[in-house]
């Protein structure tokens, strides 16, 4: 069985958005809603060294995801291969997952009475295809893969790279990890 993981390195990432753009098409989600929006730091530093950093962020799709373990109905899920979703069938909005999350990756989508979240475009995987917001990556900021296959490229980055997972300290043990610069 895979386990599902992705690289998220921010020294390639420019902060064009094309992959929060890809996600929303994909999803065909309202104007308020967004499942991986690129967080800008800076500019820093002192003219002439000034630079600015982007950090692409998404759900964590977490080994131990607490959104999933608070949801009322069962809703909230989490696959074999780790990925973490909603059955939009079971979830009544109550936001219960949306306040569990510790970053910040649920969205209630008041239109539908439901919470959303990324879902590595499960969809598109069935199909042997990688999810929108890797596939229009141009910058190669976005690296997915099998974790558990040592043949893959997210394999070896988390096993060869400097890489980090947000707020490890909370012991949900994400999926997502960073190379930062």
Not at 31 to 47: A, C, E, L, R, S
Not at 54 to 76: D, Q
Not at 141 to 159: H, K, M, P, Q, T
Request: one cysteine or more; aromatic letters at 8%; glycine letters at 6%.
């Amino acid at each position: 069985m895979a386990r599902y993981a992705m690289v998220l390195d921010t020294r390639r990432c420019i902060g064009c958005h094309s992959c929060t753009v890809a996600c929303k098409v994909h999803n065909d989600l309202p104007v308020d809603m967004i499942y991986n929006p690129v967080t800008t730091v800076g500019p820093v530093g002192v003219f002439p060294h000034v630079h600015m950093e982007f950090i692409p962020l998404l759900c964590m799709h977490c080994a131990n995801p607490p959104c999933v373990e608070c949801c009322p109905t069962t809703a909230s899920q989490q696959r074999e291969d780790g990925i973490v979703w909603v059955d939009e069938n079971k979830c009544v909005g109550c936001k219960a997952c949306v306040m569990a999350c510790p970053y910040g990756a649920r969205i209630p989508n008041h239109e539908k009475g439901v919470v959303q979240k990324c879902d590595f475009c499960k969809d598109r995987l069935v199909l042997g295809k990688e999810p929108y917001c890797v596939a229009t990556c141009h910058q190669r900021a976005r690296i997915f893969g099998d974790l558990d296959d040592e043949s893959s490229e997210v394999y070896r980055l988390v096993n060869q790279e400097n890489v980090v997972r947000l707020l490890p300290e909370l012991g949900t043990e994400p999926y997502v990890f960073y190379i930062m610069d």
